[in-house]
């Protein structure tokens, strides 16, 4: 079985910043991407930032293009999202997931169906 592990949140003032980590343990696996999707009180979950190893791109959610970074480690199946000026709406509650379908161009792995496994989240908040 394979397990994603989120670690890095907490709470932040607008215009700080938090680091994400996830980092996969369990049954051996080999992903394709990797991503991170959110999710707020009362609404649906959304994507926020892919990367795909073959190649090294990454996707963006315009709502947070120029204020997170997204990188990653394919050999630990591990990956990470820096985020700076964060506002009152990025508060979520933050899931990465693995992706193990390759050969896709990086605007797939904006869909929550692209990927295999997630995460159980990891709590963001972000005060006015």
């Known amino acids: 079985q394979v397990q994603l592990v989120e670690s890095g949140g907490g709470l932040v003032q607008a215009g700080g910043s938090l680091s994400l980590s996830c980092a996969a343990s369990?049954?051996?696996?080999?992903?394709?991407?990797m991503g991170w999707f959110r999710q707020a009180p009362g609404k649906e979950r959304e994507f926020v930032a892919s990367?795909?190893?073959?190649?090294?791109?990454?996707y963006y959610a315009d709502s947070v293009k120029g204020r997170f970074t997204i990188s990653g480690d394919r050999d630990k199946n591990a990956v990470y999202l820096q985020m700076n000026s964060l506002k009152p709406e990025d508060a979520a509650v933050y899931y990465c997931a693995a992706s193990t379908a390759g050969g896709y161009y990086s605007p797939y792995y904006r869909l929550a169906r692209a990927y295999n496994y997630w995460g159980q989240g990891t709590q963001v908040t972000v005060s006015s």
């Open positions: 990367i795909k190893w073959n190649g090294g791109s990454t």
């Open positions: 369990g049954r051996a696996f080999s992903s394709a991407a």
